[in-house]
């Protein structure tokens, strides 16, 4: 099992350029989530992904949007780029509900926005 | 809404000298906890979590927490820490049915010869 991926590994846009990132999971799990990684900030969550179908905004949505593509692929989006978009970005996974149960995180996205 | 406080951002120590990062957190409703330990570029892994019963709960990688309800902590501990242990730890809440998460912002390990 793989996992959870992530593509890109690495991106460098220019302040107002589009990208998405791809999320993908092989444990059949139905919850999924992106999350943002600022130093001195922990983990704060964008979207999540209750099950396939659904989607629901976190703490910091603004300048995202995502697609859960079918049970396995969730992406994100962001359609104009702002410096303050510059961190890392996790992708993640769990059974039904994180309440009570772990989440499994891709590896990251680095992106810079310049 | 849940909140977690990590009380130190960074905590130095000695190779084979014991170690505890400090967590508290604060909810009006029933929580379950979680410690997530991160290594350089990569993504969080579980360390252990409290959900229900036995308020000492033992994780992986000879890690134990234990879950002080009047207190609202859950502090993480090591008896004796290796250079391997260098990383930073999350600790986490999220509310018992809910989807969403909390994470601490981050206490950074750092383990010297």
């Known amino acids: 099992n793989a996992g959870v991926t992530q593509t890109p590994k690495f991106q460098v846009l220019k302040t107002g350029q589009s990208m998405t990132l791809q999320c993908a999971q092989d444990?059949?799990?139905?919850?999924m989530y992106w999350y943002r990684q600022d130093p001195g900030m922990g983990l704060r969550l964008i979207y999540y992904?209750?099950?396939?179908?659904?989607?629901d905004k976190g703490e910091v949505p603004n300048g995202y949007n995502v697609s859960r593509l079918n049970k396995r692929e969730f992406s994100l989006r962001l359609e104009s780029a702002a410096p303050s978009q510059t961190s890392v970005y996790f992708c993640a996974s769990s059974e039904l509900s994180p309440g009570g149960s772990e989440q499994y995180f891709g590896p990251g996205t680095r992106l810079t926005v310049t | 809404a849940q909140s977690v406080t990590q009380l130190d951002s960074q905590v130095p120590v000695f190779e084979e000298a014991p170690v505890e990062l400090r967590c508290n957190y604060s909810?009006?409703?029933?929580?379950?906890l979680f410690w997530y330990v991160q290594y350089p570029n990569q993504g969080l892994q579980l360390l252990l979590k409290y959900l229900s019963g036995s308020t000492l709960v033992k994780g992986i990688n000879g890690f134990e927490a234990e879950f002080n309800k009047s207190q609202t902590s859950f502090h993480l501990r090591k008896p004796s820490v290796h250079i391997s242990d260098t990383a930073e730890y999350f600790c986490?809440?999220?509310?018992?049915?809910?989807?969403?998460?909390?994470f601490g912002a981050g206490t950074r390990l750092f383990v010297k010869a």
């Open positions: 986490a809440v999220s509310r018992t049915g809910g989807f969403k998460t909390i």
């Open positions: 909810s009006s409703v029933s929580v379950y």
């Open positions: 444990m059949n799990h139905n919850s």
């Open positions: 992904s209750a099950s396939e179908g659904t989607t």
